[in-house]
């Protein structure tokens, strides 16, 4: 099992930064892939960015690179993402996720069909 919990949402205006944390405890070595996922009202959820844990190698979706970085803290067991540049489209709850599964790298984790753990989600509110 492995618990997660977000924090560091909240509303900011348009062109600023934020940075969410994601705290992970229980079997956190047995995670192979952590990912950001958000979800914007009456849209599907999206994958943002992906880490494959064992060498932080990481993927990030078209639309987004240039302005997110996915990192990890091993020692503290936390999991980050750094935002800047933030539109208001970027509004949206985001949620950290973590598998077990085995991926290789960071791409596999971005595509990876499902996450089996999720945390409660932190709201992002980006305003113009």
């Known amino acids: 099992q492995v618990q ?5 949402g909240g509303s900011v205006q348009a062109g600023g930064s934020l940075r969410l944390s994601c705290a992970a405890s229980g079997y956190t070595y047995t995670a192979d892939c952590m990912a950001w996922f958000r979800q914007a009202p009456g849209k599907e959820r999206e994958v943002v960015a992906a880490i494959y844990t064992r060498d932080a190698d990481t993927h990030y979706a078209r639309s987004l690179k240039g302005r997110v970085t996915i990192s990890q803290d091993n020692a503290q067991a936390t999991l980050y993402l ?5 539109e208001p489209d970027d509004t949206a709850m985001y949620y950290c996720a973590a598998d077990t599964k085995p991926a290789y790298s960071g791409s ?5 069909s499902e996450y089996r753990y999720w945390g409660q989600g932190t709201q992002v509110t980006v305003s113009t």
């Open 4 to 8: 997660l919990g977000e924090s560091g």
């Open 82 to 86: 750094q935002m800047k540049r933030l």
């Open 108 to 112: 596999g984790c971005f595509y990876l």
